[in-house]
C-alpha cells in the first residue's frame, strides 16, 4: 500500500499502532486539499481496491479529517512513539527523548522520512526479532560477548536503514547498504549520522550489484532482504556475491503462501531458506548455503 501511494505522488504516509497491539495498524496520508477535491478522493479508494484484493484483502473504509492549518511535518510525526520491539530493542522517534521504562533497551533513533522502515510493518519487526534471537544466540554461544561482534552485515533495499542500524547496535562491525529509492539512500545515510554510525555504515543508491560492488570481494556473513517476494526472486541468482557462503541470511516482505516458491527458487542456486516466524500473513525465512 505504501509503495502504491509514493506512486501517487502521496509521500506523507505514518504507520501507527499502539504499542500494545501491534496488529492493528492505521494507515495515515496527508494530502493537500486543493490536489484532491472528493472526486480524486473517490479515485484514490478505485486505485487501492485492487491492490488490497491482491492479498485477499478488502480495504477498509477511508476517513477523512481536514487538517487546519498546521505544519504536516509535524503533525505527521506525532503519530510515532516509542516502540519497544522484542526483548531489547526499541525504535525510537529522533525527536523524542528516551522514556525511562525503557532505558535499559538498545534505542534505534529514526527519522523516516517518507522512506519504508518506521518499525510499525510487520516484515520489519519480523526483521528485528530474528536479528535479536540472532544476537542473542551467538551471543550466548560466545560466553555473553558481543553478540554480532565482528560481523559484516549487507542490507539490501535498506528503505530507513533500520535493520542495518540495529545489527550495529548489536555490535555488527561494518552495514553496507543499498536503495533503489534515493529517498530511501538520504534517510539511511541520516538515520545512521543520528546514531553516530556513519562510519561504519554505508549506504549507495542501487541494487544488489552496486552492493557487492561495495563489498570488495569480501562477502558479507549477514544479509538482510526485505522486500517483496517476487523482487527477492529475481535478486536470488545474485546472493552469492553479497553472502559469503558461511554466512546467513534475513529474508522477509514475503507472504508466507510465498515460501515454498521462494524455497524452490533458491534450492537450485545452493541455498536453503526456512520459514522461521511469521506475522499475520507476512513470513521471515533464514536462509543459509545448503549442506
Ligand atoms: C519493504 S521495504 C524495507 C525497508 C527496510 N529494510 C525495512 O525492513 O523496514 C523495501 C525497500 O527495498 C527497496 N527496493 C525495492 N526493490 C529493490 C531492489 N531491486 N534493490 C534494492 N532495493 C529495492 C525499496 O525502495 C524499499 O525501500
Redesign the pocket.
Known sequence: MLWKLGELGISRVALSHRPESPQERQLVAWLPEADWPEAERQQLRQALEPLAATFGLALPPLQWQRQLDEDWSLSWKQHWQADPVGQRLLILPAWLELPPEHAHRLVIRMDPGS???TGS?P??RL?LEALEGLAMERGSASGGGAALAGMRVA??????G??GIAALLQGASTVAA????SL?VRATADNAAVSGFQDRLQVRL???EELAGMLEGRRADLL?C??LAP?IE??APAFHTVLAPGGVGLL??LLVQQAPRLQQVLRPLGWEAELTAQQSQWGLMVLHKAR
Open positions: 522512506a519504508f522502515g510493518h516484515t520489519t526483521c542490507d539490501l533495499g535498506c528503505g530507513s533500520i535493520l543499498v536503495d533503489t529509492d530511501a542501487g541494487s544488489v538482510l526485505n522486500i523482487v529475481a535478486l522477509s516482505g
